[in-house]
């Protein structure tokens, strides 16, 4: 019984770190966001300057169909972020 | 930039270059009557960004076709020489209207894979969803 629990807290002390939150990950959903954010930045530069007259249609068109494919990435991937969580919210303990 | 982001920014550029191209028919067919006109025609190049062909066209500096002016015959224009004769445009309005639909259906290819590549991308993003 007392070699089982010790087993069992060794058990845990080795598995311990893998639930522990990675920091690597967030650097690269932040800067992921910086990017997002820089497009949505980039369009919104090319959109003014195309209603003023400065910029052809077609450079609109191309920055506008990239930041869409860019927000429905973001919404897809937040939604996926929600999912998870839920998920461990309904995790019996 | 990924490649779909790629193929949409080379396909602009093609698109934009058809574009450039149109409006130097345009000018061609509106300047027909203007006497000593010599038509416009555009090249095409790649476009070179540090060194390496990025795969995007341009449409390149503009040549004056240097063909024979047409002669036309009346001697009341105030240009008119001793033989009644004055020197017309060279523009031959079937070779632009040619040139327009050429142009018209390599627009419509870019378009087309301009939204292939949307297309494609977007389908990538739908397994994601499910």
């Given at each position: ?93 | ?32 009557d203007?006497p000593g ?32 002016l047409a002669q036309i015959y009346d001697p009341g224009h105030p240009m008119a020489d001793e033989t009644g004769h004055y020197a017309g445009s ?41």
């Amino acid at each position: 019984m007392d070699i089982r629990s010790t087993i069992a807290a060794t058990g845990y002390a080795i598995n311990r770190p893998a639930t522990a939150p990675d920091p690597s990950p967030g650097g690269a959903i932040a800067k992921a966001a910086s990017d997002f954010a820089q497009s949505l930045h980039q369009t919104e530069t090319t959109a003014k300057t195309a209603l003023m007259g400065g910029a052809d249609p077609h450079a609109l068109v191309t920055a506008l169909a990239q930041t869409e494919l860019a927000i429905e990435t973001a919404v897809t991937m937040r939604n996926k972020v929600v999912e998870a969580y839920q998920e461990i919210l309904r995790m019996p303990v | 930039m990924n490649d779909f982001a790629r193929a949409s920014v080379i396909s602009a550029s093609g698109m934009q270059a058809q574009a450039d191209r149109l409006r130097h028919v345009s000018e061609n067919i509106a300047n027909a009557d203007t006497p000593g006109y010599h038509r416009k025609t555009v090249s095409f190049q790649s476009v070179v960004e540090r060194g390496r062909a990025s795969g995007e066209v341009t449409s390149g500096p503009v040549r004056l076709d240097q063909s024979a002016l047409a002669q036309i015959y009346d001697p009341g224009h105030p240009m008119a020489d001793e033989t009644g004769h004055y020197a017309g445009s060279n523009v031959d309005l079937v070779i632009e209207i040619a040139d327009a639909r050429e142009a018209q259906r390599s627009y419509d290819a870019n378009l087309k894979l301009f939204d292939q590549s949307r297309q494609m991308s977007r389908a990538l993003l739908e397994l994601l969803r499910r």
